[in-house]
């Protein structure tokens, strides 16, 4: 942890402010699924919607934001979207009390806070790459996934809690008010940035729209990872739902057991997380990266084969454990080395792009095996995902890369 002071105040502050908004994400965990059914009594059919829709058009509504995040100061975007998903979610209560809540007005919500996600991501990985000097970037990545996984671990439990003694509304009222809390610490982190230059013409053309994934798709080792991931990711989170039907369904696990089997080995995610950079230190980055990205597509395969009890259930968390552990190592020295091979001035294109099609994959993806759950049953349609997922380490890069060399506004390499 000592390590960690050299970081200095500004990054104090932002660690805190993302500290502050995950642990309100994960306190809300579930909740607007669960209004959908308890107050609006929502059919299955809707309440997937509301995840699946949520998040696509989410990630549509995003794509002009990255390219005019990218010529704009980074703090104001990071405080400005904070305090949209604020304002979004204190509409859910307020429409609540007054009785007139509705599932479309959910559905916005959802795609309102989906889109300033998209785009917080992309504004705060640039912004922590003009705070700290690239030496330190990986022990800021690790920091966050460690934060990450803790508020994973506790954030769900206390919400449930919430649920029970307040009410549906009750978790949205306290992450509305983590995203307050959360752009005051950013504005807390002061010092000056500069205002990023823009060589063209200041008015956004459509092209410019295409710039994150042109850039990804042009560097031999972005374009192999970013496959990777966005496979990796949405097949992973395809086959979450047609679990929750196993589990709960057809084997009889209480709710309690379910949620139990997730947040438990999430431990392994903060493990991993603070060996990250004692591992690329040792090993190299290159090294750990598509070591670990290769153990965490072993792992997914063995939940077909879960059963009924204790033996199904302690199947399920050594699996979880063993892919969360390596995803712990794993995501904090990805987003390190993305943020390396990245020139300054297309940060926030890049990470957005990422994150579109990360989200867009996982939508289109969770439809599908929403699909092959249905003609094939939940289990086979898991093993097959496992499958599929034991081919994602063919798409990582094949050698090392440099760091970008950064002029201080490197020209474009795509």
Known sequence: MGHGNRLGRSFGWLWAAYGTSALGTWLAFGAFPLIAIQVLHAGPAEVAALSAVGAAVGAVVA?????????????????????????????????????????????????????????????????????????????????????????????????????????????VVADAASYLLSALGIRATGGDEPRPERREAARMRAGDLLDGWRYILADPTLRPLFFNTALFNGLVMAAEPLLAVLMLRQLDFAPWQYGLAFAAPAIGGLLGSRLARPLVTRFGQHRVLTATATLRAVWPVGLAFIGPGTGGLLLVMGVELGLIFC??????????????????????????????????????????????????????????????????????????????????SAPSRA
């Open 63 to 171: 794509v002009p934001l990255g390219p005019w995040v990218e010529f704009r100061r980074k703090r104001p975007v990071l405080i400005g979207t904070d305090l949209a998903r604020c304002a979004a979610l204190l509409t859910v209560p307020a429409a609540y009390a007054l009785g007139v809540l509705t599932f479309v007005q959910l559905l916005l919500v959802s795609v309102v806070v989906a889109a300033a996600d998209i785009t917080f991501r992309a504004a705060s990985g640039a912004y922590v790459k003009t705070l700290l000097p690239r030496e330190h970037l990986l022990v800021a990545n690790a920091r966050f996934e460690s934060t990450a996984w803790t508020t994973t671990i506790i954030g769900p439990p206390l919400g449930g809690a919430a649920i029970g003694l307040l009410g549906p509304v009750a978790t």
């Open 327 to 408: 995803c712990g190592v794993f995501n904090p020295v990805s987003a390190t080395y993305r943020l390396e091979r990245t020139a300054n001035d297309r940060v926030a294109r890049t990470l957005s792009a990422w994150s579109v099609t990360t989200k867009a994959t996982t939508a289109l993806l969770t439809a599908v095996w929403g699909v092959l759950g249905a003609l094939l049953g939940p289990r086979t349609a898991i093993g097959l995902a496992g499958v599929l997922l034991l081919a994602t380490p063919l798409l990582l890069p094949r050698r090392a890369a440099a760091p970008h060399a950064e002029p201080e």
